[in-house]
């Protein structure tokens, strides 16, 4: 086991964990797992390749585990430990990025309708354990994907800085930002 670190040196070794925890105690003894980055809520087509992904850190370092989370019509609960004999899915884990700290990602590849549903990261040590989870939603077309409510819808001015007058009215579309990065439009 590391030994414990004392004054600044604490801060540039466990900077996150120390903005969260704020107390010295608790490197003495360990610290519970804490997720950093959890997974996020993903929908795209079937046939594609989705990845999902979660950050977690503890002292000791934690140990990651991906399950995929199951509910019968009566709402029990079962979980699947991943990635069991699934040939479209792949658990990958790595230290780091910082010191005490564990990044897992599940990919799927291709995605069918048999892969949508919660699938839940999960950090345990011997100090405790954290979860999170996020939803993979799988639709026929792209057109099937919801667009997030509240987006403003900018105008957008496409133009060539060594064409003069190429930022006219003809050159402006609305188009709605959140969505992937459109191409200007073709000049034929």
């Not at 509910?71 to 899915?89: A, K």
Request: charged letters at 20%; proline letters at 9%.
């Amino acid at each position: 086991m590391d030994e414990p670190v004392v004054g600044k040196a604490l801060w540039w070794t466990f900077p996150r964990a120390w903005q969260r925890c704020g107390s010295l105690a608790l490197f003495w003894s360990g610290l519970g797992p804490s997720i950093v980055t959890p997974p996020k809520d993903i929908w795209n087509v079937t046939g594609a390749k989705v990845y999902l992904s979660c950050e977690v850190i503890g002292i000791p370092t934690p140990v990651l585990i991906w399950n995929k989370v199951k509910r019968d019509h009566s709402g029990v609960q079962r979980t699947e430990l991943l990635p069991g004999d699934r040939e479209n899915l792949a658990i990958q884990t790595r230290g780091g990025p910082e010191k005490h700290e564990v990044t897992g990602w599940v990919l799927v590849s291709p995605l069918s309708k048999g892969d949508a549903g919660e699938y839940e990261c999960q950090a345990a040590n011997s100090q405790g354990q954290a979860s999170a989870s996020a939803i993979i939603t799988v639709v026929d077309a792209l057109l099937e994907i919801p667009v997030k409510k509240g987006i403003i819808k900018e105008q957008c001015v496409w133009s060539d800085p060594f064409q003069p007058g190429s930022d006219t009215a003809e050159s402006r579309s609305p188009v709605d930002t959140s969505a992937r990065e459109h191409p200007p439009p073709s000049r034929g």
